[in-house]
């Protein structure tokens, strides 16, 4: 029995491994030997979802985590891995449906109140994203992933000068956060001061120097300081707008998809691949 254990243990270590590889439909593979003798193991469920869930297969995803909830309905990551598939099923109001319930019964999870807020920001309710957000801070000031989303719900509040204060403390907390300098300065020049926009973008380029948007968006606000004479007539300028249909959730935090296509990811995980559950 012992022995049959350590076998186990050993398959199931292999699979995380071959997840943190990116080798996903070969970890569930793994997974699904073990399950055939053990098919209620909640630990085998649960990477077994996180391995669908990165190959975008989210309704099964979901049946992994309804199985998790069956035996532990309480399980907080559980819960909260269940609204990143329904969101990026598109099912916002389900999703929100679930950080409720796992805020009903522990309402200081700052993670669960900031997906609430990113999700609610989604549907246009971006009020309460911010209130969500406070929330999340209140439980921990230094919470970036908060700090940022915040500044991103004033932005499309139109609460602009309060948006360029909570992407500044994002800044103070990571000065290398670039899509937290490429906001403001969107931001900035949405304000009309063009010069400490391009300062932004200039920053989020030293950051990093392939960052496209930025460099773009740079050489499109230099043309508003060129005299007026030397500016094309019609010539339709085109800011980059955050859209919050967008941003994608996924078990490593969100992403932004841009208007070319490009994936941004939205939250700071200096650990990025990292599927260890927590205990």
């Not at 669960?112 to 609610?120: D, H, L, P, Q, S």
Request: proline share 3%; hydrophobic share 35%; net charge negative.
């Amino acid at each position: 029995m012992e022995e049959n254990s350590k076998i186990a243990d050993k398959w199931l270590d292999m699979g995380v491994d071959l997840i943190n590889q990116g080798k996903f439909a070969e970890a569930i593979e793994c997974f699904n030997k073990l399950l055939k003798t053990n098919p209620k193991d909640v630990d085998l469920l649960y990477y077994k979802a996180v391995a669908l869930g990165l190959m975008g297969r989210y309704h099964e995803a979901l049946e992994c985590y309804n199985n998790i909830l069956m035996l532990n309905p309480k399980d907080e990551e559980t819960m909260l891995n269940s609204g990143i598939a329904l969101y990026n099923l598109q099912e916002y109001e389900k999703a929100n449906e679930h950080y409720d319930k796992l805020l009903s019964f522990n309402p200081i999870n700052k993670e669960a109140w900031f997906r609430k807020g990113m999700t609610v920001g989604v549907l246009g309710r971006f009020e309460e994203a911010i209130r969500c957000h406070e929330k999340a801070l209140r439980i921990d000031p230094l919470y970036i992933d908060a700090v940022f989303a915040k500044g991103m719900a004033c932005e499309l509040s139109g609460k602009l000068n309060e948006a360029i204060t909570y992407y500044d403390e994002t800044i103070q907390i990571d000065p290398k956060f670039k899509y937290a300098w490429f906001r403001k300065g969107i931001v900035l020049s949405c304000l009309g001061d063009f010069n400490e926009a391009i300062k932004c973008m200039k920053q989020a380029l030293k950051i990093d120097p392939n960052f496209e948007d930025a460099r773009q968006q740079k050489e499109i606000m230099k043309k508003f300081l060129e005299p007026i004479s030397e500016t094309p007539k019609n010539e339709g300028i085109q800011m980059i707008r955050l859209d919050f249909r967008r941003i994608k959730e996924t078990d490593d935090g969100f992403i932004y998809e841009d208007e070319n296509g490009k994936l941004w990811k939205l939250h700071f995980d200096k650990n990025n691949l990292n599927y260890n559950k927590s205990s």
